[in-house]
């Protein structure tokens, strides 16, 4: 059961501005039938001002919730005013959503963008993410690069699990997900630990954490670890005592081994063993 | 409140608790001790693998052991099979079986197995001939599940045995048999079936004690090394409690076979032709005689399934869906996908699954009710000319 805010089971329950306007001035759709989400908004205008919204929506409760949020949030303030909302208002509107569910705020943002992009044309930057020229990542879902970049900025996201919750990239099929690291890698400047390391400073570096925090683990197993050799991003290690014996020792190597060294090193590391 | 998420678990029978009750008070010697007073204990055990043998249909006790739930019994036949069958490296298993053994089969093929899944119809039904094409001489394991527990499909296992058993005499046959048990009649002993699993709080025993059956001709390594329990095949001091209550549950449920077969499947179908005759843009997933008779599962097209359950259960109604948005997994159910539901539906799909305790009422009182939510969700949803037209066409 999810952790759902009064104010979600409220509109979910009871959600407000349902339907479509006919003669409406602006329409905004966002997400599809196939993703198990869709929105549909309509924007009737006076001036500059939206006078009425109404929308329709297929989808789990915090869909419909920060749909009818969405409509409410907007009724009666100026084009100008809106173009500044983003998810994040959205779901804090609603007293908040539980983590996997923010990509439900994010598509009420995308439909309202949609919607104002009738208006302003394509160019001009609205909400959060500029349209040019951006590059499908996650192919299941349809999520640009763009919107993953501007999802880790307005929510300080730090991990891929927590993009996929906002965005639902990499939700599917999974194989987006190290574009994604990428570009979280890229956002948080993370890549120069590696790259500015000279090829000395990384086999000290290797042999340090092989020696303090590798070892000391495999050594409660009975085991050890010895640094063979490095070769460019090759590791050649030899596992010691009851890990050399093990059947799982090349689950050990990789998942253990090779994951630490990739996050304090370098994420380009191969371990290989050494018999 | 009504119940109607018996294939996620069950209530405990009040005649489940009362076995199991004085093994949790006064009852709790170590049943492996020497003295008079483990005598109860070892005896609760002893009923209880008595109860489970007949429960399954098998020959002798000695082919009953008690786990801690499905997925271990999942998990200890095929990891205990693997392991004596080194040097064959394939296995063959279903698109549409339980993530428990999904997933074991899933860690096999990244230790270097090769695993063939073999496809289900847009009923649900396995396709026999591919599997047939598929065991090979170097095949470890065959694993098929009685009964699926999304859309209640029975698979012909008995069948599927001989198939296996004619092609390589050497390849295991495992069945997962969690969602079959105490809603059809197994009889092991009759069959080449080599393992079945099934789990008690399937079928009114508490959650945390299972059992696998385990044809004396198998060949096994522990899950769980250390003593003498469960002759060496599965060490840790007993769960005497449950594991009476398993005892106790299984000989209830196989007495209401019967009761399932008429009076639940009556219920059933008239839940199941209650909605489909009310609601237009329902349609029934699987419609093969051949399926449990608690198990119903509807797709409701262009609403989505999270939202449904969740006015369901403002009205006090518990069932579950094959939504994405229920699991966070943000994928719909791959056993829908593998039947391929149109995705129209996919995301609107809702099993019920009944057990003896539903009363008429409470089918009734939900056939009254769904046609409500489902109006009212219709009504927000975007696909409005589409609606219409499906409109049309049934109306």
Same mark, same amino acid.
């Given at each position: 059961?999810?952790?759902? *805010?009064?104010?979600?089971?409220?509109?979910?329950? $009871?959600?407000?501005?349902?339907?479509?306007?006919?003669?409406?001035? &602006?329409?905004?759709?966002?997400?599809?039938?196939?993703?198990?989400?869709?929105?549909?908004?309509?924007?009737?205008?006076?001036?500059?001002?939206?006078?009425?919204?109404?929308?329709?929506?297929?989808?789990?409760?915090?869909?419909?919730?920060?749909?009818?949020?969405?409509?409410?949030?907007?009724?009666?303030?100026?084009?100008?005013?809106?173009?500044?909302?983003? $998810?994040?208002?959205?779901?804090?509107?609603?007293?908040?959503?539980?983590?996997?569910?923010?990509?439900?705020?994010?598509?009420?943002?995308?439909?309202?963008?949609?919607?104002?992009?009738?208006?302003?044309?394509?160019?001009?930057?609205?909400?959060?993410?500029?349209? *040019?020229?951006?590059?499908?990542?996650?192919?299941?879902?349809?999520?640009?690069? $763009?919107?993953?970049?501007?999802?880790?900025?307005?929510?300080?996201?730090?991990?891929?699990?927590?993009?996929?919750?906002?965005?639902?990239?990499?939700?599917?099929?999974?194989?987006?997900? *190290?574009?994604?690291?990428?570009?979280?890698?890229?956002?948080?400047?993370?890549?120069?630990?590696?790259?500015?390391?000279?090829?000395?400073?990384?086999?000290?570096?290797?042999?340090?954490?092989?020696?303090?925090?590798?070892?000391?683990? &495999?050594?409660?197993?009975?085991?050890?670890?010895? &640094?063979?050799?490095?070769?460019?991003?090759?590791?050649?290690?030899?596992?010691?005592?009851?890990?050399?014996?093990?059947?799982?020792?090349?689950?050990? &190597?990789?998942?253990?081994?090779? *994951?630490?060294?990739?996050?304090?090193?370098?994420?380009?590391?191969?371990?290989?063993?050494?018999? | 409140?009504?119940?109607?998420?018996?294939?996620?678990?069950?209530? +405990?029978?009040?005649?489940?608790?009362?076995?199991?009750?004085?093994?949790?008070?006064?009852?709790?010697?170590?049943?492996?001790?020497?003295? @008079?007073?483990?005598?109860?204990?070892?005896?609760?055990?002893?009923?209880?693998?008595?109860?489970?043998?007949?429960?399954?249909?098998?020959?002798?006790?000695?082919?009953?052991?008690?786990?801690?739930? !499905? #997925?271990?019994?999942?998990?200890?036949?095929?990891?205990?099979?693997?392991?004596?069958?080194?040097?064959?490296?394939?296995?063959?298993?279903?698109?549409?079986?339980?993530?428990?053994?999904?997933?074991?089969?899933?860690?096999?093929?990244?230790?270097?197995?090769? +695993?063939?899944?073999?496809?289900?119809?847009?009923?649900?039904?396995?396709?026999?001939?591919?599997?047939?094409?598929? /065991?090979?001489?170097?095949?470890?394991? +065959?694993?098929?599940?009685?009964?699926?527990?999304?859309? !209640?499909? %029975?698979?012909?296992?008995?069948?599927?045995?001989?198939?296996?058993?004619?092609?390589?005499?050497?390849?295991?046959?495992?069945?997962?048999?969690?969602?079959?048990?105490?809603?059809?009649?197994?009889?092991?002993? @009759?069959?080449?079936?080599?393992?079945?699993?099934?789990?008690?709080?399937?079928?009114?025993?508490?959650?945390?004690?299972?059992?696998?059956?385990?044809?004396?001709?198998?060949?096994?390594?522990?899950?769980?090394?250390?003593?003498?329990?469960?002759? !060496?095949?599965?060490?840790?001091?007993?769960?005497?409690?449950?594991?009476?209550?398993?005892?106790?549950?299984?000989?209830?449920?196989?007495?209401?076979?019967?009761?399932?077969?008429?009076?639940?499947?009556?219920?059933? @179908?008239?839940?199941?032709?209650? %909605?489909?005759?009310? %609601?237009?843009?329902?349609?029934?997933?699987? #419609? +093969?005689?051949?399926?449990?008779?608690?198990?119903?599962? %509807?797709?409701?097209?262009?609403?989505?399934?999270?939202?449904?359950?969740?006015?369901?259960?403002?009205?006090?109604?518990?069932?579950?869906?094959?939504?994405?948005?229920?699991?966070?997994?943000?994928?719909?159910?791959?056993?829908?996908?593998?039947? !391929? /539901?149109?995705?129209?539906?996919?995301?609107?799909?809702?099993?019920?699954?009944?057990?003896?305790?539903?009363?008429?009422?409470?089918?009734?009182?939900?056939?009254?009710?769904?046609?409500?939510?489902?109006?009212?969700?219709?009504?927000?949803?975007?696909?409005?000319?589409?609606?219409?037209?499906?409109?049309?066409?049934?109306?």
């Amino acid at each position: 059961m999810w952790d759902y *805010s009064e104010k979600v089971l409220d509109h979910y329950r $009871n959600p407000r501005n349902v339907g479509k306007i006919d003669d409406a001035d &602006l329409i905004g759709e966002a997400g599809s039938l196939a993703c198990g989400d869709s929105l549909k908004l309509f924007i009737k205008l006076d001036g500059e001002k939206i006078k009425d919204a109404k929308f329709l929506t297929f989808g789990c409760g915090s869909a419909v919730a920060s749909s009818s949020i969405l409509t409410e949030m907007i009724i009666g303030k100026t084009l100008d005013e809106v173009r500044k909302i983003t $998810n994040k208002d959205i779901a804090d509107e609603l007293g908040g959503l539980p983590q996997e569910k923010m990509h439900c705020s994010v598509m009420g943002q995308e439909a309202l963008e949609d919607a104002l992009k009738k208006y302003y044309g394509d160019d001009v930057e609205i909400g959060f993410r500029k349209e *040019s020229k951006d590059k499908v990542v996650c192919t299941c879902f349809n999520v640009t690069e $763009n919107q993953i970049w501007e999802a880790i900025k307005i929510n300080g996201l730090k991990t891929v699990e927590e993009v996929t919750n906002y965005t639902k990239a990499g939700g599917a099929c999974g194989r987006c997900k *190290s574009v994604i690291q990428d570009i979280l890698d890229t956002y948080y400047k993370k890549q120069e630990a590696g790259s500015k390391l000279t090829q000395t400073q990384k086999i000290l570096k290797i042999g340090k954490v092989i020696e303090q925090e590798i070892s000391p683990q &495999l050594q409660k197993d009975g085991g050890d670890i010895e &640094l063979i050799d490095i070769e460019g991003n090759k590791v050649f290690v030899k596992l010691i005592g009851v890990c050399s014996s093990c059947k799982n020792a090349s689950m050990t &190597l990789k998942n253990f081994v090779e *994951s630490i060294l990739k996050t304090k090193v370098d994420k380009n590391i191969v371990v290989e063993q050494v018999l | 409140m009504i119940y109607l998420d018996n294939n996620a678990t069950t209530k +405990v029978d009040e005649k489940v608790l009362e076995v199991m009750l004085p093994y949790l008070k006064g009852e709790y010697a170590n049943p492996s001790s020497m003295y @008079d007073f483990a005598k109860k204990p070892a005896e609760a055990l002893k009923i209880a693998r008595e109860q489970v043998r007949d429960f399954y249909g098998a020959d002798d006790i000695k082919e009953i052991f008690f786990t801690s739930c !499905g #997925s271990e019994s999942a998990n200890m036949a095929i990891k205990g099979t693997l392991n004596c069958s080194k040097g064959k490296k394939h296995i063959i298993t279903t698109k549409v079986e339980h993530p428990c053994v999904l997933n074991t089969y899933k860690f096999f093929e990244n230790q270097g197995y090769e +695993v063939d899944y073999i496809s289900v119809n847009s009923q649900g039904e396995l396709d026999l001939e591919e599997l047939k094409e598929k /065991i090979r001489k170097d095949t470890a394991l +065959v694993s098929v599940m009685w009964a699926n527990n999304e859309n !209640g499909v %029975i698979n012909p296992v008995e069948e599927i045995a001989e198939i296996v058993k004619g092609k390589s005499p050497e390849t295991i046959f495992y069945v997962d048999g969690v969602q079959a048990a105490g809603k059809i009649p197994m009889r092991v002993n @009759d069959t080449q079936i080599d393992m079945v699993g099934i789990s008690g709080h399937k079928f009114h025993a508490p959650k945390g004690v299972g059992a696998l059956y385990v044809n004396k001709k198998c060949r096994l390594t522990p899950l769980i090394n250390g003593g003498h329990q469960e002759r !060496g095949l599965r060490a840790g001091t007993e769960n005497v409690p449950y594991i009476a209550g398993m005892g106790k549950a299984a000989e209830l449920a196989k007495a209401s076979l019967n009761y399932e077969d008429t009076e639940i499947k009556r219920l059933r @179908d008239k839940l199941e032709t209650g %909605i489909l005759k009310q %609601i237009f843009n329902a349609r029934l997933n699987s #419609s +093969v005689s051949n399926r449990v008779p608690n198990t119903t599962n %509807i797709g409701f097209e262009y609403v989505e399934g999270e939202l449904i359950l969740l006015h369901l259960s403002d009205y006090g109604i518990c069932a579950s869906s094959g939504s994405a948005c229920t699991s966070g997994s943000l994928e719909p159910s791959h056993v829908l996908r593998a039947m !391929g /539901i149109p995705f129209t539906a996919l995301h609107g799909s809702i099993r019920f699954s009944l057990s003896r305790f539903t009363k008429e009422k409470d089918i009734d009182f939900v056939i009254e009710k769904m046609p409500i939510i489902i109006d009212k969700l219709t009504k927000i949803s975007p696909f409005q000319d589409e609606l219409n037209k499906l409109r049309k066409i049934k109306g």
